[in-house]
Each structure stands twice: as C-alpha cells, then as structure tokens.
T-cell receptor, first 118, second 117 residues
Framework: GAVVSQHPSWVICKSGTSVKIECRSL??????MFWYRQFPKQSLMLMAT?????????EQGVEKDKFLINHASLTLSTLTVTSAHPEDSSFYIC??????????????FGPGTRLTVL | AQKITQTQPGMFVQEKEAVTLDCTYDTSDQSYGLFWYKQPSSGEMIFLIYQGSYDEQNATEGRYSLNFQKARKSANLVISASQLGDSAMYFC??????????????FGSGTRLQVQP
C-alpha cells in the first residue's frame, strides 16, 4: 500500500512552454501533498505544500506564479511549470502522507519527473 | 544553520558487512520525527525507517536499524549484512515544527553508499 505515482516520468520541452506534472496517491487519500525539487547530486528541497481545496503554501524563494499548484482532489495534485526556462531543468518529486493512526506520518514519494528544458 | 547534517558524502562497504551512515540534526522542538530514505539511480525515494523523538527504543526494520541518541541529536542508520543492491544515495530527513502543522521534511545532503563484492 501507500503508492504514489507521477506522470510523466520524464519530459523534454522548449523554452517558453508550460509543463504539467501530475502526482497521484493510488491507494489512499492525501489532504496534503508536497512538491520537492532536486538538482543533480544535490538534496531534495521543498518547493511547496499542496493542500486539497485551498491554496498551496510556497517556500521562500519559490515563485508561485511560475510553479502553479492545484490540488483538485484528495488523490491528485498537479504542478505546472509555466514559461519554462533551462534553469528550471531538474528532478521534481512529489510526496504524500496517508496519516496513519498513531504512525509516523510517513511521507511516500512518487518516482519523480525529470524535466529538461531546451 | 543546517538542520540535518550528513558528513559522509560517500561510503564504501564490503558485501555482507555492516555500515553506519551518520546523521545529526538541529531542532529546538521536543516533538519531531526522523526518517531515512534510499534513492537508487532510478531516482525514486524509498522509505526505510522512522524514529519519533519520544520513542524510547531504537527503530528497526529488517536489516535497517536507527541508532538514536537524543542527547547528541544523532540518528545514524545502520545497515547490517550489506548487499550489492544497497548501493544508492541515502538521505536523512526530519520533520519538526509540528505545532505549526508543518509536515514537510527537511533533508540532509545525502551519503552515497557503494557496496563492493
């Protein structure tokens, strides 16, 4: 159980285009999902917290108008990179927590999406 | 200040031997959680083990155990009987500021483990 999927797994786009990445919790409901970004050989950095039915909470330094997050349902959050530029090329990973009773509130991660902007 | 510090950028271990990956953390909270994740070259983040700050016993999950020393603020991961498939990046992470409702994780810089035959 506790499976999180992401689509697409990789995408190559031209500079200036927008790219949408989907994150789905397949066997549990997640009121909160998280979006992280990972540059090569670096750690994961939190970009934003996606809340079902409300606006996302962005970390300092992350442009909310560039990285649009929509948490339309309890199992789906989307990240849209608008007007992508080469510096947006990165590995984007989402996570979700099933809020197990008495548990560690473990976050389960999607397989990630590798974005390359030409 | 770094919240999560992993001082070993890379580690080598012989197959079937045990290895300890270091992690120290910094928080003023009393309630927090510590996690270890494995990231193979495919990129997926695989949850390994969790330790709560109020847990009195060290967490164990199969070949993984967490050496939790609260006073030292360390949460080292011990992998026993290393296997070739253990070669990957390992990240220590913490969730604190629980009173604010924040549930996101803060990650360390990672340790690349290579298991040699």
């Amino acid at each position: 159980g506790a499976v999180v999927s992401q689509h697409p797994s990789w995408v190559i786009c031209k500079s200036g285009t927008s790219v949408k990445i989907e994150c789905r919790s397949l066997d549990f409901q997640a009121t909160t999902m998280f979006w992280y970004r990972q540059f090569p050989k670096q750690s994961l950095m939190l970009m934003a917290t996606s809340n079902e039915g409300s606006k996302a909470t962005y970390e300092q330094g992350v442009e909310k108008d560039k990285f649009l997050i929509n948490h339309a349902s309890l199992t789906l959050s989307t990240l849209t990179v608008t007007s992508a530029h080469p510096e947006d090329s990165s590995f984007y990973i989402c996570s979700a927590s099933p809020r197990l009773a008495g548990g560690g509130d473990t976050q389960y991660f999607g397989p990630g999406t590798r974005l390359t902007v030409l | 200040a770094q919240k999560i510090t992993q001082t070993q950028p890379g580690m080598f271990v012989q197959e079937k031997e045990a290895v300890t990956l270091d992690c120290t953390y910094d928080t003023s909270d009393q309630s927090y959680g510590l996690f270890w994740y494995k990231q193979p070259s495919s990129g997926e983040m695989i949850f390994l083990i969790y330790q709560g700050s109020y847990d009195e016993q060290n967490a164990t999950e199969g070949r993984y155990s967490l050496n939790f020393q609260k006073a030292r603020k360390s949460a080292n991961l011990v992998i026993s009987a290393s296997q070739l498939g253990d070669s990957a990046m390992y990240f220590c992470a913490m969730r604190d500021r629980l009173d604010t409702g924040r549930r996101a994780l803060t990650f360390g810089s990672g340790t690349r483990l290579q298991v040699q035959p």
